[in-house]
């Protein structure tokens, strides 16, 4: 699993961004995909999960009805829509994947420390 996430820039309030992650390695069975945030000082925090297989998902409460989170099987990558972007948005955004079964892992899919790859994020500023 190698991941390159893309589609970061510069945005002002209101205002849209689509964030790419493309996993240029296998895929499995038992995998699903997230993405994370972190500003500057602060933690790693988590935006959304997908399962690959079924394309159950999960969010992040302060991201609840602006993003969306998708996968597109073909081109072996998962999507992050934001719409309505906000400044506390703002963030370098990293997209994560994890080997294991959904169903297993559904209590701890928004905690960084399970996932196993990283891609190298990418950063999204929102303006005023």
């Known amino acids: 699993v190698q991941l390159q996430a893309s589609g970061g820039g510069l945005v002002q309030a209101g205002n849209s961004l689509r964030l790419s992650c493309a996993n240029s390695g296998r895929t499995f069975s038992n995998y699903f995909m997230g993405w994370f945030r972190q500003s500057p000082g602060k933690e790693r925090t988590f935006v959304a999960a997908?399962?690959?297989?079924?394309?159950?998902?999960i969010y992040a409460d302060s991201v609840k009805g602006r993003f969306t989170i998708s996968r597109d099987n073909a081109k072996n990558s998962v999507d992050l829509q934001m719409n309505n972007l906000k400044p506390e948005d703002t963030a370098v955004y990293y997209c994560?994947?994890?080997?294991?079964?959904?169903?297993?892992?559904?209590?701890?899919?928004?905690?960084?420390?399970?996932?196993?790859?990283w891609g190298q994020g990418t950063q999204v500023t929102v303006s005023s």
């Open positions: 994560a994947g994890k080997i294991g079964s959904w169903k297993i892992y559904s209590t701890e899919v928004s905690q960084a420390k399970i996932y196993n790859y």
């Open positions: 997908i399962n690959w297989s079924d394309g159950s998902t």
